[in-house]
């Protein structure tokens, strides 16, 4: 469609550059022959233009095709290292990742070990009602679970005592009444569960159903009974008051005298294992009896200070007496007493006689361990691995491992009857005062000063500090015979149950390595009893555990992002990752039901060695494989440059006639006539050549002296 010069300039700039594209549209705009001439001339320009357009087309696709074999053949080269370069950073970014996972799985771990650590043998305090009492004199029943305990008056404003029962085995204690309001002062229980009690009027109580009620006695004493005590294996029960030593031989339902005593306060009776010797400790005397309470002998004691404690060696004569201001012995069963003075100085001031009778080691009260060879006539300080002041010493019931502790936390053991000495790590620089050998004979605890304990269950091996969770020291304690606890006792009407069962509960916590394992870990904590989450290590595991938890799910979906990449760059072939995979299919499948030996794996590898190679390309296959795709691609490209250039060409030719129409338009004389025809043959079809990349000036030049030689 042709336009006026008129409607050009009403276009738009853009419509209008798509018109002037037109060389037909221009040549309107010119003066053109009239009649015929000018409508060819238009024709011609009209089909010069469609074929330049043609020719740019051509260009176009030439150029595109040009640009797209570069980036086929450049992609054959970059494309796998693009992709094996990401998969190294996936790669790169899952190790780290999985690093930080493991690093933090590890740290669960050893917070899991340290939670465990701190729970073992953990205390459970429970606090008495009222704050002047304390607590003493357990007793465990038959049954394992039933334990009983005195609960006295330790001040002016408590004048009544009373019994405390657990019946799941110290977990939790209840005040039994006492609606008679007895002040109770001594306690125990006999093999048939039956209670025995004294109180301060000097009666004693016996009871049948655990202390739900009790029943009066019939005994000859008639004032301040101060001593209940057992005898080891028979029924015997000795009672002693400020008048006379009473026995029962029918569980306390009878009590005969055996013996009156006045104007003497006893404070303790020993009975040895044979039952037949009693030793009752007064102020300044010691009464013995020699056939199990039937007659009786009062020595007088040689210091003036009452008797604090008396070992009598298996022969029962020689005793070692310790009292508040100094240690003595006997040899004569009581009757005389010499006082032990050491060349070096100081005392003994605890001692245990090994299983010989013959040999006792002791606590100095200046010179660390003391030993002596001779029922305890002549001492010497023996060297214990160990420079420090010694406190505590208990002999453990295999007759010969002895363990001694003292300043600073020092613990020393020998498992030889004292020939050698190990010390051993208490985890504690507190001093070590009160060691205490419980029920079971292995188990040893020290009462330190302060709210702990150390604490060893195997025979002084290993131990380990323990907060008790009480408000002051502790000062009695009991282990239960299934050793599955330890009661204690503090001064103020705290009951301490140390036991494992919150170890054991951790047990049932998850132990993935996930944020949900780590939120029931921060919550299993919260459960934990008041005095344990309060403490510093505790508290601190806490905010390492959920600062974990808070880290993990963020590290977790970095993990995934990343691995799920790489899955995605390993699913092509060419990828390493890919090989190795393939690698370890071909092992897995090639192994399958043989026997696991060098030989069998060498084979297997070097079969898949062996097919890798008749798979591998050489040279030639790679040209065969990449050359068809070249050889099109210059197909295409000789096409369609040789499309281009023939439009370009053809657009030349008819250009190049129209404007040799318009020079003979110009002509006036009749000679024009001759002179188109003669141009028009000139200008014909089969006259041009096209097989030349001529321009279109250089055609217009041919068809010159085409017309020229024509004219002649």
Known sequence: MSLSKEAFQELSPRAQKRALSDQAQAAMWRELPDGTTGSLVLQL?????????????FLGVLLASILVGFLYYASLLLVPQYWNAQRSTYEAQVEIVNDQIKTMNNARKVYRETLQDILFFAARPVKIAGPHYSLGQLSELNDGR???????????????????????????????????????????????????????????????????????????????????????????????????????????????TLSDISDEYFYDLVIQNDEKTLIALGGEVVTRSDDGGDTWETYPFTDSSPVGEITVLP?????????????????????????????????????????????????????????????????????????????????????????????????????????????????????????NRLQDGTSLVTLNRGNSITLSLDAGETWRKVLSGADTSLVELYRLRDKS????????????????????????????????????????????????????????????????TTIRPQLEQDLLKATTALAEINSGGFSLAQRRQDFDLFMASCLQGSEDSADVTKACADAYAAQNSTEDKSWWAT?????????????????????????????????????????????????????LTALSTALAADKVEFGKANTPADQAVEMFKAFAARSK
């Not at 089909?47 to 087309?57: D, F, I, T, V």
């Open 623 to 675: 040209i065969a494989e990449t050359g068809p795709p070249a050889i099109l691609l210059l197909f295409l490209l000789a096409t369609l440059g040789g499309l281009f250039r023939y439009n370009l060409r053809l657009a030349g030719f008819h250009n190049s006639r129209a404007d040799a129409l318009e020079l003979l338009a110009s002509y006036d004389d009749k000679a024009a006539l001759d002179t």
């Open 146 to 256: 039933t334990l009983v305990a005195l609960k006295r008056a330790s001040s002016r404003y408590a004048t009544v005592n009373s019994i405390l029962r657990s019946t799941d085995a110290g977990l939790t204690w209840q005040e039994l009444p006492n609606a008679n309001q007895v002040a109770f002062q001594e306690l125990i229980v006999l093999a048939d569960n039956t209670l025995i009690a004294i109180e301060d009027n000097g009666s004693i109580l016996r009871s049948q159903d655990v202390g739900e009620s009790w029943q009066t006695t019939q005994s000859p004493i008639v004032f301040g009974t101060n001593i209940l005590r057992k005898a080891p294996t028979s029924s015997a029960l000795f009672a002693i008051s400020n008048s006379a030593i009473v026995r029962s031989d029918d569980g306390g339902k009878s009590w005969e």
């Open 485 to 548: 606890a330890v009661i204690a006792f503090d001064e103020v009407g705290t009951i301490v149950r140390f036991d494992n069962l919150l170890s054991e509960a951790l047990n049932d916590a998850p132990t993935e390595s996930t944020a949900a394992a780590d939120q029931a870990l921060i919550d299993f904590i919260d459960t934990l009893p008041g005095n344990i989450p309060a403490q510093p290590n505790i508290s601190q595991l806490r905010t390492q555990i959920l600062t974990a």
């Open 315 to 435: 022969d029962g004569q020689n005793m070692i007496g310790i009292s508040k201001f100094g240690s003595f012995r006997t040899s004569d069963g009581g009757k005389e007493w010499q006082a032990i003075v050491l060349d070096q100085g100081g005392r003994p001031i605890e001692v245990q006689v090994l299983p010989d009778g013959i040999t006792i080691l002791a606590v100095g009260s200046t010179a660390g361990i003391l030993l002596s060879s001779d029922k305890g006539k002549n001492w010497k300080p023996i060297d214990v691995g160990t420079q420090k002041d010694m406190f505590g010493l208990k002999l453990l019931k295999d007759g010969i491992t002895v363990v001694a502790v003292g300043r600073d936390g020092v613990i020393t053991r020998t498992q030889d009857a004292g020939k050698t000495w190990q010390t051993h790590e208490s985890f504690t620089t507190q001093d070590l005062y009160d060691l």
């Open 45 to 57: 320009r009209d089909r010069g233009a469609k074929a330049e357009r043609r020719a740019n087309l």
